[in-house]
Protein backbone atom coordinates (compact mmCIF):
# COMPACT_ATOMS: atom_id res chain seq x y z
CA UNK A 1 0.00 0.00 0.00
CA UNK A 2 1.43 3.24 -0.94
CA UNK A 3 0.51 6.42 0.79
CA UNK A 4 1.33 10.09 -0.55
CA UNK A 5 0.50 13.58 0.36
CA UNK A 6 0.56 16.84 -0.98
CA UNK A 7 -0.38 20.72 0.39
CA UNK A 8 -0.88 22.67 -3.05
CA UNK A 9 -2.00 26.41 -3.96
CA UNK A 10 -4.34 27.05 -6.28
CA UNK A 11 -4.43 29.85 -8.64
CA UNK A 12 -6.64 33.17 -7.44
CA UNK A 13 -10.07 32.61 -8.95
CA UNK A 14 -13.06 35.14 -8.65
CA UNK A 15 -16.02 34.24 -7.57
CA UNK A 16 -18.28 31.26 -9.36
CA UNK A 17 -17.46 27.86 -9.83
CA UNK A 18 -14.18 26.71 -11.82
CA UNK A 19 -12.87 23.69 -12.86
CA UNK A 20 -10.05 22.44 -11.40
CA UNK A 21 -9.33 19.30 -12.36
CA UNK A 22 -6.30 19.65 -14.08
CA UNK A 23 -4.56 21.75 -11.50
CA UNK A 24 -4.93 18.42 -9.27
CA UNK A 25 -4.08 16.06 -12.03
CA UNK A 26 -0.56 17.80 -12.54
CA UNK A 27 0.10 17.34 -9.05
CA UNK A 28 -0.13 13.68 -8.71
CA UNK A 29 3.24 12.41 -9.76
CA UNK A 30 2.52 8.96 -8.43
CA UNK A 31 -1.21 8.19 -10.09
CA UNK A 32 0.02 6.64 -13.49
CA UNK A 33 1.56 3.81 -11.35
CA UNK A 34 -1.73 2.96 -8.81
CA UNK A 35 -3.64 0.19 -9.84
CA UNK A 36 -6.43 1.01 -7.68
CA UNK A 37 -6.34 3.30 -4.66
CA UNK A 38 -8.54 6.58 -3.96
CA UNK A 39 -7.60 10.31 -4.10
CA UNK A 40 -8.58 12.46 -0.83
CA UNK A 41 -9.24 16.05 -1.85
CA UNK A 42 -9.52 18.34 1.00
CA UNK A 43 -9.71 22.16 0.98
CA UNK A 44 -8.78 24.30 3.78
CA UNK A 45 -11.16 26.96 3.71
CA UNK A 46 -14.53 27.80 5.41
CA UNK A 47 -15.79 30.04 2.55
CA UNK A 48 -15.01 28.11 0.14
CA UNK A 49 -16.38 24.07 -1.38
CA UNK A 50 -15.63 21.43 -3.63
CA UNK A 51 -18.09 19.21 -5.86
CA UNK A 52 -17.68 17.08 -8.91
CA UNK A 53 -20.18 17.95 -11.78
CA UNK A 54 -20.00 18.38 -15.05
CA UNK A 55 -16.95 18.66 -16.70
CA UNK A 56 -17.71 19.71 -20.14
CA UNK A 57 -19.77 22.96 -20.79
CA UNK A 58 -19.09 25.75 -18.97
CA UNK A 59 -22.46 26.93 -18.81
CA UNK A 60 -23.04 24.41 -15.94
CA UNK A 61 -20.65 26.20 -13.80
CA UNK A 62 -22.59 29.44 -14.22
CA UNK A 63 -26.06 27.79 -13.48
CA UNK A 64 -24.59 26.26 -10.32
CA UNK A 65 -23.32 30.29 -9.17
CA UNK A 66 -26.78 30.99 -10.00
CA UNK A 67 -28.76 28.28 -8.43
CA UNK A 68 -26.10 28.95 -4.74
CA UNK A 69 -27.19 32.40 -4.99
CA UNK A 70 -30.65 32.03 -5.07
CA UNK A 71 -30.36 29.32 -2.55
CA UNK A 72 -28.18 31.85 -0.36
CA UNK A 73 -28.64 34.93 -0.81
CA UNK A 74 -26.83 37.62 0.47
CA UNK A 75 -29.63 40.18 1.61
CA UNK A 76 -30.62 37.60 4.52
CA UNK A 77 -30.34 39.21 7.89
CA UNK A 78 -27.47 37.34 8.99
CA UNK A 79 -25.60 37.92 12.28
CA UNK A 80 -21.86 37.50 11.02
CA UNK A 81 -21.42 40.58 8.88
CA UNK A 82 -17.66 41.76 9.75
CA UNK A 83 -16.16 40.63 6.74
CA UNK A 84 -19.00 41.90 4.24
CA UNK A 85 -22.01 40.84 3.15
CA UNK A 86 -20.77 37.91 1.08
CA UNK A 87 -19.06 36.08 3.83
CA UNK A 88 -22.13 34.43 6.12
CA UNK A 89 -23.66 33.02 2.53
CA UNK A 90 -20.61 31.73 1.29
CA UNK A 91 -20.21 29.63 4.65
CA UNK A 92 -23.41 28.27 4.00
CA UNK A 93 -22.50 27.58 0.69
CA UNK A 94 -19.14 25.85 1.33
CA UNK A 95 -21.29 23.77 4.08
CA UNK A 96 -23.79 22.87 1.31
CA UNK A 97 -21.01 21.21 -1.04
CA UNK A 98 -18.28 20.49 1.68
CA UNK A 99 -15.05 20.28 2.05
CA UNK A 100 -13.63 16.94 0.71
CA UNK A 101 -14.17 15.11 -1.78
CA UNK A 102 -13.13 10.93 -2.46
CA UNK A 103 -12.08 9.89 -6.25
CA UNK A 104 -11.66 6.32 -6.47
CA UNK A 105 -8.30 5.34 -8.84
CA UNK A 106 -8.61 2.73 -11.17
CA UNK A 107 -5.58 1.76 -14.08
CA UNK A 108 -3.45 4.69 -12.91
CA UNK A 109 -6.19 7.53 -13.78
CA UNK A 110 -8.90 8.88 -11.74
CA UNK A 111 -12.64 6.50 -11.88
CA UNK A 112 -14.43 9.59 -13.20
CA UNK A 113 -17.52 9.43 -15.42
CA UNK A 114 -17.53 10.38 -18.78
CA UNK A 115 -18.84 14.15 -17.83
CA UNK A 116 -17.05 14.52 -14.56
CA UNK A 117 -14.15 16.92 -13.08
CA UNK A 118 -13.50 18.62 -9.92
CA UNK A 119 -14.41 22.10 -9.39
CA UNK A 120 -13.81 24.75 -6.25
CA UNK A 121 -16.69 26.73 -5.75
CA UNK A 122 -15.50 30.06 -4.54
CA UNK A 123 -17.90 31.47 -2.84
CA UNK A 124 -16.34 34.72 -1.86
CA UNK A 125 -16.18 38.18 -4.12
CA UNK A 126 -12.57 38.83 -3.00
CA UNK A 127 -10.86 35.95 -2.25
CA UNK A 128 -7.31 34.93 -2.20
CA UNK A 129 -5.59 31.76 -3.62
CA UNK A 130 -7.31 28.80 -2.02
CA UNK A 131 -4.92 25.76 -0.55
CA UNK A 132 -6.12 21.25 -1.04
CA UNK A 133 -4.36 18.73 0.88
CA UNK A 134 -4.10 16.06 -1.73
CA UNK A 135 -4.39 12.61 -0.18
CA UNK A 136 -3.76 8.98 -2.41
CA UNK A 137 -4.21 5.46 -0.98
CA UNK A 138 -3.08 2.70 -3.16
CA UNK A 139 -1.68 -0.12 -4.99
CA UNK A 140 0.85 -0.34 -7.16
Not at 8 to 29: A, F, M, N
Not at 67 to 76: F, G
Amino acid sequence: MHWSQKTIQLPKYGRGCHLITSHVLKELDILPSLKVGVLHVFIQHTSASLSINENADPDVRQDMETALNRLVPEDQDFIHTMEGVDDMPAHVKASLFGCSLTIPISQGALAFGTWQGIYLCEHRNRADRRTLVLTIMGNI
